[in-house]
């Protein structure tokens, strides 16, 4: 039986050498709790999670059982180090797009993708103010040689990721392309050429960036609450107390919501909770969530994304919208269709997707999780083999990191997952929309000093 994902942790991931794509370790899987069908271990590629905001944690001496804990390349600091390992599942977290040529050579040899957008000659579009500071929440318009527009929003950092064979409805006269942007009181236009591979288009604005009071951030879950997820649905409800405290402390103002899916003929396919900062109110609202259905392998993964993409109530006042999509199954095969428009919908939102693959996820499911989340600029985090449990087949595990063979990894619990990522979303405000982990080269192929990383990117202001 599948394991918990009790206080699911956040992996903290060496500044290091290459993280190659690799099998996990050859251990008879576990059944899935509740199916008939057994998950195959995942194959997963993983890089060292540059620009990423790591748990943080006290060092202790490794010991024959617990080498060196790596730890992640860029980072926006904890409010407080813990002071021990927090009990929980062991989890690996990496970013294909700070390791984006790597992550195409995956693409290559996955295989079951097909579905997914073309993700070749990615851009950057990044909206800065007269000051050079990011422009969160600006609409951009890509055009060409036709008719059609095709729309993104920027986040936190200013920078929105547009990939230009997903638009092929525009056209493009001469290979040009026209992004434009009317935001904060200040329109701006850049011409890039839509076939130049890996590049920065640069909007800069004559207007000063306005920000009255705490930023806010949307935080969503969008959680399979089938038969097989009950003890990780447990682990959420017992941890909002925990992420209300620690949210409270961020700096921000925070806006919490849910979706639950479940799969097609169940009680029902989708449940949202609306996003709100009343915390006590939502933790009411989903203290009755419960595990149940499912009973084949792949769930109604498609509608749980799209129900929050386009049903919850995202605010147009937030600097930030993220999506956690927490998982142990793959979407159904025939319905892959739908995930391109999802996905493109989720761009025009500015809506970035957080994946975390529960112990037991399958190949095609990791493909997946990987494929959401790179598209939409976020990471995506794995429970590790045996670290839900003995029995637990994990979902995909890395095999190096700089300075050799990583096997212990710092553990922390689902709060401090959330908190980091929003404390990362507070931290772009400050930093350098310019610096980009992952462009033109791989994070993991630069020497470790030479990486690109958020925290010294974070200047006082």
Same mark, same amino acid.
């Given at each position: 039986?599948?394991?918990?994902?009790?206080?699911?942790?956040?992996l903290?991931?060496?500044?290091?050498?290459?993280?190659?794509?690799?099998?996990?370790?050859?251990?008879?899987?576990?059944?899935?709790?509740? /199916?008939n069908? !057994? #998950?195959a271990?995942?194959?997963?590629a993983m890089?060292?999670? %540059?620009? +990423?905001? &790591?748990v943080? *944690? =006290?060092?202790?001496?490794?010991?024959?059982?617990?080498? /060196?804990?790596? !730890? #992640?390349?860029?980072?926006?600091?904890m409010?407080a180090?813990? %002071?021990? +390992?927090? &009990?929980?599942? *062991? =989890?690996?977290?990496?970013?294909?797009?700070?390791?984006?040529r790597?992550? !195409?050579?995956?693409?290559?040899?996955?295989?079951?993708?097909?579905? %997914?957008?073309?993700?070749t000659?990615?851009?950057?579009?990044?909206?800065?103010?007269?000051?050079?500071?990011?422009?969160? !929440?600006?609409?951009?318009?890509i055009?060409?040689?036709?008719?059609? %527009?095709f729309?993104?929003?920027?986040?936190?950092?200013?920078r929105?990721?547009?990939?230009?064979?997903?638009?092929?409805?525009?056209?493009?006269?001469?290979?040009?392309?026209?992004?434009?942007?009317?935001?904060?009181?200040?329109?701006?236009?850049?011409?890039?050429?839509?076939?130049?591979?890996?590049?920065?288009?640069?909007?800069?604005?004559?207007?000063?960036?306005?920000?009255?009071?705490?930023?806010?951030?949307?935080?969503?879950?969008?959680?399979?609450?089938?038969?097989?997820?009950?003890?990780?649905?447990?682990?959420?409800?017992?941890?909002?107390?925990?992420?209300?405290r620690?949210?409270?402390?961020?700096?921000?103002?925070?806006?919490?919501?849910?979706?639950?899916?479940?799969?097609?003929?169940?009680?029902f396919?989708?449940?949202?909770?609306?996003?709100?900062?009343?915390?006590?109110?939502?933790?009411?609202?989903?203290?009755?969530?419960?595990?149940?259905?499912?009973?084949?392998?792949?769930?109604?993964?498609?509608?749980?994304?799209?129900?929050?993409?386009?049903n919850?109530?995202?605010?147009?006042?937030?600097?930030?919208?993220?999506?956690?999509?927490?998982?142990?199954?793959?979407?159904?095969?025939?319905?892959?269709?739908a995930f391109?428009?999802?996905?493109?919908?989720a761009?025009?939102k500015?809506?970035?997707?957080?994946?975390?693959?529960?112990?037991?996820?399958?190949?095609?499911?990791?493909?997946?999780?990987?494929?959401?989340?790179?598209?939409?600029?976020?990471?995506?985090?794995?429970?590790?083999?045996?670290?839900?449990?003995?029995?637990?087949?994990?979902?995909?595990?890395?095999?190096?990191?700089?300075?050799?063979?990583?096997?212990?990894?710092a553990?922390?619990?689902?709060?401090?997952?959330?908190?980091?990522?929003?404390?990362?979303?507070?931290?772009?405000?400050?930093?350098?929309?310019?610096?980009?982990?992952?462009?033109?080269?791989?994070?993991?192929?630069?020497?470790?000093?030479?990486?690109?990383?958020?925290?010294?990117?974070?200047?006082?202001?």
């Amino acid at each position: 039986m599948k394991r918990s994902l009790y206080l699911l942790p956040l992996l903290i991931v060496a500044c290091g050498g290459s993280m190659n794509s690799a099998s996990a370790p050859s251990e008879a899987p576990a059944a899935r709790g509740g /199916r008939n069908a !057994q #998950a195959a271990p995942a194959t997963a590629a993983m890089a060292d999670g %540059a620009g +990423e905001a &790591p748990v943080a *944690k =006290a060092p202790s001496a490794p010991t024959p059982d617990a080498p /060196r804990a790596p !730890q #992640a390349a860029g980072s926006a600091p904890m409010a407080a180090p813990v %002071a021990q +390992e927090q &009990p929980g599942v *062991k =989890a690996g977290e990496w970013d294909d797009n700070a390791n984006y040529r790597e992550f !195409q050579k995956y693409l290559a040899t996955a295989g079951q993708v097909a579905y %997914a957008p073309d993700i070749t000659h990615r851009t950057f579009i990044v909206v800065r103010d007269a000051e050079g500071r990011a422009m969160p !929440q600006c609409r951009v318009t890509i055009t060409g040689a036709t008719d059609t %527009a095709f729309q993104l929003r920027t986040g936190a950092s200013g920078r929105a990721l547009f990939f230009p064979r997903t638009a092929t409805a525009v056209g493009a006269e001469n290979n040009e392309l026209l992004a434009s942007t009317s935001c904060g009181g200040a329109t701006g236009t850049a011409r890039f050429r839509a076939e130049a591979e890996d590049q920065v288009v640069d909007i800069r604005l004559g207007t000063k960036r306005v920000q009255q009071g705490l930023p806010v951030i949307d935080v969503a879950f969008v959680l399979d609450t089938t038969g097989s997820m009950s003890e990780e649905i447990a682990s959420v409800k017992r941890t909002i107390a925990q992420v209300t405290r620690n949210l409270a402390q961020a700096g921000v103002r925070v806006r919490i919501g849910m979706v639950e899916y479940k799969d097609h003929g169940d009680s029902f396919v989708t449940k949202g909770y609306p996003l709100t900062e009343d915390v006590g109110r939502f933790a009411l609202d989903v203290s009755n969530v419960s595990a149940g259905g499912g009973g084949d392998v792949p769930e109604a993964v498609e509608e749980g994304m799209s129900y929050a993409v386009n049903n919850l109530n995202w605010s147009s006042d937030a600097v930030s919208h993220l999506a956690f999509l927490i998982g142990d199954a793959p979407p159904h095969a025939e319905r892959l269709g739908a995930f391109p428009g999802v996905l493109r919908e989720a761009q025009r939102k500015g809506i970035t997707f957080h994946t975390i693959a529960a112990s037991g996820m399958d190949q095609m499911g990791q493909a997946f999780w990987r494929r959401a989340a790179q598209y939409t600029g976020g990471t995506n985090m794995f429970v590790l083999r045996g670290g839900a449990g003995p029995q637990s087949t994990g979902a995909g595990d890395p095999i190096s990191s700089c300075g050799g063979t990583q096997r212990n990894y710092a553990s922390g619990n689902l709060d401090q997952l959330i908190l980091g990522k929003v404390q990362r979303e507070a931290a772009f405000l400050r930093a350098d929309p310019l610096r980009i982990p992952g462009l033109l080269t791989d994070e993991n192929a630069r020497p470790c000093d030479k990486r690109t990383t958020l925290s010294p990117l974070v200047a006082a202001k």
